[in-house]
Structure formats: C-alpha cells, structure tokens
C-alpha cells in the first residue's frame, strides 16, 4: 500500500434500535413455540361469560341461593324482634292484674302473636266447657284441664312451625354450599387441563384464566354457606329462646286455669 494514499474512510455503524430488537425478540419467541404477552380480563364479568356452561349453571345456582337466604335471614331477623315486641305488650296486658274475660273479648277475634294464640285457645275452650256444664263434676274437670293443656301444645307447635319456616333451607345451603362450588371448581379444572393438553402448552398464561374460572365457582359457593351457616345458629338459638318463653306461659296460664278449677270445687 502506498503511505501517501489515504486510508478509506469506515463505514458508521447504526445503533440497533428497541423496534428491531422487539421484532427479534417476537420472532424468536414464535420460532420456540413461546406465547407472546396476552392481557387477560380476569374481572368477576369475564369470569362468569368465560366458564363453561355448566360451571355458568352452578354460578347462577349459588348466586339465586345466596339471593334467597339473605332475604329470609333479614325476614327472620324482623320477624323475630317483632314477635318479642308483640309478646312483652301481650304479658303487661295479662300480668296487670286485668280481667281475663275481657282481655279475651278483646283480643279472640285476631291475635296478633302466638302468646295471645295459646291464651285465646285455651279460653275458648274454657268457655266452651263452662257452657256446657262441664265444670260441675270432678272428672269433667280433670278432663278439661286436660283438653286446655293439650290445646295449647297443639297451639304452640303450630305456631313455632311457622315460625320455624324456611330454617332448614339455610342449614340445607350452609352445609351443601361449599360442596356445590366444589363441583364447579373440579369441573372448570377438568376443561383447563383438557385446553392444556389440546394446545400442548403450559404456561401460566394459558393455565391462568381456566384456573380462576374454577376458583371462582368455589368462591360463590363459600359466599352463599358462610351467612347461611352463621345466621342458621344465631336464628336457631333467637327461636328456641321464644320457644321457651311461649311454653314458660302456657305453663303459668295452666296453673292458673287449675287453681281456678280447683276454686270450683
């Protein structure tokens, strides 16, 4: 070479650009076989239109049924504090000391609560048997205290019956809420391992959605047991307290009427 003849000039070097290197990167990605980032909506919407149909089928049962025990926990609850009201007014008005008679011509035609029910079914059947003549004669008496005391029962069973309505469909959710979920679960896992083996990848952006799709199911499930579950037990023990409150009365009102009987004699 000759030294007096210049050196050729190098050729700059472009810098590789972040689009070259993205489009690099992609086609490598596709060459393994890679998913490329995919956002899924794993919102509770996307969830729901995403499952399968059966698991749709479950979601729809344990929503209707936590719909229906919400309402009839919020009608007990009412119900209850309205029945112990209705009760504490009816004693003050049979422990003051009043007439009894007048208390059931005032109160027969409708009671308002099963106390004032057990109280105007016993007198009716007081004054069925003193018109009849009943009340004379030792055995009739013992007979009719008999018949009163029976009469209640009946009275109170039928009345805690109804108030007792509806229990067992909370025990019924409480306890098979979280089983019904499950199924849903298993059976949305169930299609996201059958999708996985179809398209032969296992990456957690293809195993993700399918996964809390059946997660979801047992969610609801647990959303419609535990509020079942908890006012089950907080309703039962209420009830049974106005259960004995209402048998504690016939028992007091069954004295009365006996020594009453005995008076007679």
Known sequence: MDP???APSATPV???TGNVLDGVDATLQGAAGLPSAVTHDLSVWALFLQADWIVKGVMIFLLMASIWSWAIIFDKIIRIRRLREQARQFE???WSGGSLEELYDRISNRPADPMS???VAAMREWRR???KGLLASEHLRENLQDRIERVMNITLGREMDQIERYMGYLASVGSAGPFIGLF???WGIM???AAIAGSKNTTLAVVAPGIAEALFATALGLVAAIPAVLAY????SDINRYGNRLEAFAGEFGAILSRQLEEKH
Do not use: D, H, R, Y
């Open 233 to 236: 037990n907080k309703l039962s």
């Open 129 to 131: 048997s003193a018109a």
């Open 4 to 6: 007096q003849q210049p």
């Open 92 to 94: 003050e008005a049979f």
């Open 14 to 16: 472009e810098p590789v």
């Open 191 to 193: 299609n996201s391992f």
């Open 184 to 186: 849903g679960t298993v």
């Open 117 to 119: 029910s057990i109280f």
